[in-house]
């Protein structure tokens, strides 16, 4: 401020890469449907698979000297993969001299997504990173709690883990697996491929979904209900309960949900 007043100023404005352009979808479907008993019943099934390319993401990490934040661009490609079912049946009867009309429609579906293409070249799991399916949860196996000090002492070391204020495992605390064979339970170098003992143990997206709707109508009422469910997601029971650097161990547990 200058006498109290704001004065007008200029800045350079963010750097944006050449070629910016539109996301570009391509969708793959291959379907059946047929009715029966008088088209009372319909049936119909599909599979899609769809790609998208030019994802607006995070560019490339640029050296310091280029002055300014790596730009936004068109980096990312992204593979969706389902299929989904729906089941109809309607029909009508005389009630009390008058049409009830009645409708019944149910779907199954399931779809999954996997990066094809992103700037993060070692695979940082703190990022996404090609060959990752989306809704990935990264955690430790459990082989149950320690029984003794014994036990404490003949398993692998679980040190570069924090257990309470002191840091010190004691009976009954939760054992880990040592699934690269060191002999000691580490989270490597939270890379995809050198991930320590940890491995993708779950997934946060629901693998199927459900629903149904029903619908009548007599003598100019109408009802209809709607449910909906998944099945088959992993949900975080506790997401700190042990942590190392900037990694977590954690308790997982497969749901089914409405």
């Not at 088209?39 to 599979?47: E, M």
């Not at 079912?85 to 409708?103: E, V």
């Amino acid at each position: 401020m200058i006498n109290g007043a704001v004065n007008t100023y200029t800045s350079a404005p963010a750097v944006q890469p050449a070629g910016l352009t539109w996301e570009r979808a391509t969708t793959t479907d291959i379907g059946i449907d047929f009715t029966m008993f008088n088209d009372r019943l319909l049936f119909s099934a599909d599979y899609y698979w769809r790609k998208t390319k030019d994802m607006y993401t995070v560019g490339k990490t640029l050296p310091q000297v280029f002055g300014a934040d790596s730009p936004k661009g068109n980096y990312a490609d992204m593979t969706t993969r389902g299929w989904e079912l729906s089941i109809t049946w309607a029909d009508r009867f005389n009630l009390g001299g008058k049409p009830f009309n009645y409708r019944l429609h149910g779907t199954l579906a399931d779809s999954y997504s996997v990066i094809d293409k992103y700037n993060n070249a070692e695979k940082n799991l703190s990022d996404y990173y090609v060959g990752e399916r989306l809704g990935e949860i990264w955690g430790y196996v459990t082989e149950g709690l320690f029984k003794d000090q014994a036990d404490i002492n003949s398993s692998p070391s679980q040190l570069q883990l924090r257990s309470g204020q002191n840091n010190i495992w004691q009976p009954g605390d939760i054992k880990f697996k040592d699934l690269n064979g060191d002999k000691k339970i580490t989270y490597g170098n939270n890379r995809a491929g050198d991930s320590g003992d940890r491995k993708v143990i779950g997934n946060a997206l629901p693998r199927y979904t459900f629903s149904l709707n029903l619908s009548a109508d007599w003598n100019n009422l109408y009802c209809s209900a709607f449910f909906g469910a998944w099945a088959n997601k992993t949900g975080i029971q506790a997401a700190r309960v042990f942590s190392g650097d900037s990694t977590t161990a954690l308790i997982t547990s497969t749901r089914n949900g409405t």
